[in-house]
T-cell receptor, first 115, second 112 residues
Framework: AQSVAQPEDQVNVAEGNPLTVKCTYSVSGNPYLFWYVQYPNRGLQFLLKYITGDNLVKGSYGFEAEFNKSQTSFHLKKPSALVSDSALYFCAVRDRDTGGFKTIFGAGTRLFVKA | EADIYQTPRYLVIGTGKKITLECSQTMGHDKMYWYQQDPGMELHLIHYSYGVNSTEKGDLSSESTVSRIRTEHFPLTLESARPSHTSQYLC???????????FGEGSRLTVL
């Protein structure tokens, strides 16, 4: 079975400071990992994904994430937060070996960036 | 911008009505999905399809049904809406097993 945990309901950070949004996962096989962002009353937008290769992946809007297999984590990071980064962030996992094409989402983390 | 469209964006109906939420994509993706999301909350997979004439139930039990007669079209139907069906319904598609999901803007359903 697949599952995703986002341990923080909310993350608060000052503009210009680095931000981290945490994600851990559980799959039977090997994971494909994704981050999405959702703005109010909108669908989700893709930010970045880990499929294979380099553990550090870079995505849209200056975001990056690091795949850590031993800790089963895929934390989202950005060196310098912007007020416009304030949104709801979802981590997602797909089990490449047993999960078919199903993507399972975490509960989401609300990011507030204060000016 | 992703080419996946949902209609209606907002719908308010009375209990017992039949409704269909439309979802269409112009990207030629084989895989399509319906997720249910209460505002600002997590997404729950309720239906998915691997291609034409293929539909499967997701992890969250739902009284809705889906069909996939054409690649580009994946409508969701509720035969008799109830207040418990009030939620946002998000449609998505993907190209492959490694591909990210492309989401529509969502259909927010309110059943009175």
């Amino acid at each position: 079975a697949q599952s995703v945990a986002q341990p923080e309901d909310q993350v608060n950070v000052a503009e210009g400071n680095p931000l981290t949004v945490k994600c851990t996962y559980s799959v039977s096989g090997n994971p494909y990992l994704f981050w999405y962002v959702q703005y109010p009353n909108r669908g989700l937008q893709f930010l970045l994904k880990y499929i294979t290769g380099d553990n550090l992946v870079k995505g849209s809007y200056g975001f990056e994430a690091e795949f850590n297999k031993s800790q089963t984590s895929f934390h989202l990071k950005k060196p310098s937060a912007l007020v416009s980064d304030s949104a709801l962030y979802f981590c997602a996992v797909r089990d490449r070996d047993t999960g078919g094409f199903k993507t399972i989402f975490g509960a989401g983390t609300r990011l507030f960036v204060k000016a | 911008e992703a080419d996946i469209y949902q209609t209606p964006r907002y719908l308010v109906i009375g209990t017992g009505k039949k409704i269909t939420l439309e979802c269409s994509q112009t990207m030629g993706h084989d895989k399509m999905y319906w997720y249910q999301q209460d505002p600002g909350m997590e997404l729950h997979l309720i239906h998915y399809s691997y291609g034409v004439n293929s539909t499967e139930k997701g992890d969250l039990s739902s009284e809705s049904t889906v069909s996939r007669i054409r690649t580009e079209h994946f409508p969701l139907t509720l035969e008799s809406a109830r207040p418990s069906h009030t939620s946002q319904y998000l449609c998505a598609s993907s190209e492959s097993n490694t591909g990210e999901l492309f989401f529509g803007e969502g259909s927010r359903l309110t059943v009175l």
